[in-house]
Structure formats: C-alpha cells, structure tokens
C-alpha cells in the first residue's frame, strides 16, 4: 500500500508542477525528441522506458516509521539536470520529495538530518515511474548542497 502512496506522490509533485515541464518546440509533439520518425512508437534504448541512473545527493527530511502510516522517506534533493521524464524532456529541479525502492532498502543508519548521496535508477512504464535506490551513504555534515530551503 505504501508504495502506491509513494508513487502518487511521486507522480503529483513531478508531473502537475513541481517539476515544471519544458514546452520550448512549439508545435512540436512532445516526446519524439531524437526519435527517428520511422522509429516512432518504439522506445528509444536511450528513451523514458531504459534504466537511467541518476547520483542524487540530498537532506534527510523524513523517514518511514511503523507509528506514522503516511510517512516516507523524503530527501529535499539537488537539481538532476539529466533526469529523463516519461516525454524524453530532460531535468528535474531541486526539490522536497518522496524517493521509493522497488528493490529493499536499509535506512536503519540513516536519520533524519542527515545529507545522503544515493544511486536512483529509474524507468518509465508509460507515464508510471518505477525506481530503485542503491548505494545510499551518510555525507559529511559541511557537504554543501544546493538547495532550495538553504538559501538563507
Ligand atoms: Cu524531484
């Protein structure tokens, strides 16, 4: 049940705003960006549905907790500027959000407060993301990251 939590949240905070989408070919249909037109509706092996992993490094801002239902693991991470969206667009901004793991995770050693570097692979099925993360490791505290709740 979690997961699907996860991955509405996932889909609400990219794709109906925060991740404000890049409309800059007018006339042009989104998606077929380096598509040839007689490859058009097969995916690109370098499109939306191939694994892209993505180094993010972010803040701990919650974790999952057995007495808090609704709660994720959410890191306020680093711009990903080659992040690849379910159009083929490229770049996701820094941002608050939920990052999910269809593959298991130890964040036993992980607190909240903490700035974390993670491997994040991520596919797309459609518009529906999946993702795994994987080497995630606790930074120095003087890492600076930037991001957006740090400009003060
Ligand atoms: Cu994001």
Known sequence: MRSCTIIAAFVSLCFLGACDGSHDQDG??????????????EPNADGPAARHTYTVRGLVVDLPAPDRPASDFVLEHEEIPDFVRSDGSLGMPAMRMPFSSEEPIDLSRIEIGDKVELEWIVWWDGSYPHSIIRNIRVLDPATPLALPGEGG
């Open 28 to 41: 042009t249909p989104s998606g077929v960006q380096g598509a040839e037109p007689d490859g058009a509706g």
